[in-house]
């Protein structure tokens, strides 16, 4: 019994990528004690221990550190210099002839070799149009970053339902083929047995060992592909791949609630990608915002303190020398006058970016619509699919048994009993394919009505 094709590329191409990355993934400590899952409880471990989720959370506090960033600038900053000049050549300076009576030029030299000067000064925002729309603009981006780590989220539940789902189903395949030998086996038997008492020919023994040997391939081949769904599941969750683990959760019970074509009405705007671009319009309107502040003035306060020294030699820690005191207070109001038309063309940018989001939300709304009725189609589409393959499982295992029992009458040939077997073998196949077809259908609408 054979996996989806699709489904089995995808485990294939998971593993892979596992043994490259999951020495980086954030996995737990291994045991040797097995663990037993849920579905939801793997998707819980999933949304702690995802990398992809990990670095959602981090995308979080590095929003909020920019947040904070902006925050402080509009705070007060306080800056402390100290400074030390030696003059060892002071500057000379001419005094013409005449200004001081002097009959002519005279070369003088103002200051002191040594000079040492300390100064406190606070710089204090006032007003800027800019730094307060900023203010206003924080709020939508964490709400960016917080909606990105919600469909994350949600891509994160989606994959390990699928994964889970598979991992369900590849056992269910083994479990079916090894019901399947154990019959085959003693119908083996049984016939060996005629055999040798010369009540059948060989011809059919060697049939049903053809049968055995091919359900016991198959059998391998499906306890190869359990392993390898399970593998991918233990990744997607970030957890180790030697970590054993065992799945609980039963396919007709999940078939069941599964199989319910009951959905809610369709929102487009309960999605979460909805609220994304909802959130990245109000980031551009706020960057337009701010361009237009440019035209505006912006004030700055300012307060220095300081002390300083001028001295003919390094003393400057004789307590007996005198330090000066300075001290000023002030502000500093910019007024933008002309940009050359630069802050204009800026702002257009920002409106023409707006107009862009505003059509890719129009645009969303049709397309999730689509997306919706796509998926609704194709569940009730793979719930049909999957009543028909468990008719066929049901009436290929009633042709099995009748066939059977024909074939220990003497009613039957050997031929006809390994066709029988082989048509079983095809349908349960084709029946668990139908239950994995069904149940991602069903998350595909979940998702598509934004409640995944």
Known sequence: MKLPNSLFKCIIALLIASQALVANAQNTPTSSDSITLTLEQAQSYALEHNVSILNSALDIRITKMRVLEIITTGLPQISANLQYKDNFKLPVSIIPAGAFGNPEDLQVQFGTPQNMALNFEINQLILDGRYFIGLKANKAFLAITQDQQNLTEIQVREEIAKAFYGALVAEES?????????????????????????????????????????????????AFGAELTLNVLKYQMGMSLEQPIKLTGNLNDMLIVNA???????????????????????????????????????????????????????????????????GYIGFQLNVPIFHSYKSGSVYQQKKLDMMKIQNNINNFKEQAALQYKNALTEFKNAKLEYEIQLGNMELAQKIFNKVTIMNKEGLSSSLELADAESSLTQTQANYTNAIYNLLVKRVAVEKALGKL
Do not use: C, H, M
Request: without cysteine; charged residues 25%; neutral net charge.
């Open 174 to 222: 083994r479990r079916i083929l090894a019901l399947n030998i154990a019959t085959i086996e003693r119908l083996q038997f049984e016939t060996s047995e005629l055999f040798k008492a010369g009540l059948t020919e060989e011809l059919s023994v060697d049939r049903l060992t053809l049968s055995l040997n091919n359900l016991k391939s198959k059998y391998t081949e499906a």
């Open 260 to 326: 319910d074509t009951t959905f809610g009405d369709f929102n487009a705007e309960s999605r979460v990608e909805y609220n994304l671009l909802k959130t990245q319009y109000e980031v551009r309107k706020y960057d337009a915002q701010q361009v237009r502040a440019n035209y505006l003035p912006s004030l700055v306060g300012f307060f220095g303190y300081g002390f300083n020294a001028q001295r003919q030699q390094f003393n400057f820690f004789d307590k007996t020398e005198p330090w000066f005191q300075t």
